[in-house]
């Protein structure tokens, strides 16, 4: 199994659908830990300047489950086009990865 440590991370502008998404991911086992944060989004669309509240979905995994993750996101997510980032962790505690391997192979 890969066990380098991941995170990916995404945006939506319902609480609910990203309390619906962590828990879910969790749940299918496609992520050791999800947080939440709300946060301010500013972005250019259709020639105006946005801000919107959104909140930032932070979903730490496994490099071995991005497909995965990110297939789930496709079909769970209300944006037609969301946001995914992803990016390896350099240094992660033994431990700590340790624990998010074991929560991904119950």
Known sequence: M?????IIETTTDDKEMANKLSHLLIKEKLAG????NQINSYYEYDDKINNTVEYLIRIKTLS???EDVKEFLSKEHNFELPEFISYECKEVSKDYLDWIVKNLNK
């Open 64 to 66: 071995n489950y991005y």
């Open 2 to 6: 890969d066990t380098k440590l991941i």
């Open 33 to 36: 830990c999800v947080q939440v």
